[in-house]
């Protein structure tokens, strides 16, 4: 179903660019214009999430404030309602089993109090783990409320990085590259990977750099520092010659 939504959600968006009987010499720049828009936004959210801040609602402040660093806006909004929903929670009974420690919490507003939920808690020094019984991490990627009100009862500062999937993460983007693996791949293909990679960081840089003067003189002026340098990479490359030694190696 969310492949489908996510296709109908993308023809939606391209009806505002493509008419009909629109001509095929028009089709591109069309789609051009609609990416340049997508792409334009994606950056701007970027931007917005790693250079601003929160203003924290909740009681547990430092839990939220520690949520709204680590997760980018969108997904934020999301976990704070699972934080405000520790209010409507009641914790019947704790058991101990070996190192870890179960937690059982019902909703204060259900009088009738049949729905149960069970928090597990495995402590640990480096990276303490928690499992609930209403799998809402493991659905959707971000702690609930259940899990919430175990971190209150431990008195937790912040969230274990074993509940932070790094895909709604702030730096889900800092160490992504693209790469290609085989031994049959064509060289050809890894350096069009490569310039994907690059081509994916130049251009969120080229755009920043242009809302200002100053940011495009600074890029201008390292665009013109590095283009000798990897031209002559460039050119070293291209120069190098095949030694007799490193022929009968292939050979052998």
Known sequence: MRSTQRCEGMNSYMKGYLKSGVKLFELIPALDRSLLRLRNKVVEEDFKSNNSSHVLTSSLRKLEDHAGTMFTDSVFEHVRNEIDGIGDLITSRTMVFGSSRVYFTSSYNDN?????????????????????????FECEGIPCCHIFNVMKHERMNEIPSSLLMKRWTKS??????????GDNVPNEAIEFARYGDLNCFGSKLCFLASKTKEGTDILNREFIRLE???????????????????CSNIIT
Do not use: G
């Open 228 to 246: 000798p340098i990897l031209s002559d990479f460039w050119k070293q490359e291209k120069e190098k010659i095949v030694t007799p030694e490193h």
């Open 112 to 136: 009738k109090q049949e729905i149960e939920y069970t928090t597990v808690y495995y402590p640990d020094e480096n990276n303490p783990r928690m499992e609930c019984s209403c799998k809402l």
């Open 172 to 181: 889900a983007k800092s160490d992504m590259q693209i790469s290609v693996h």
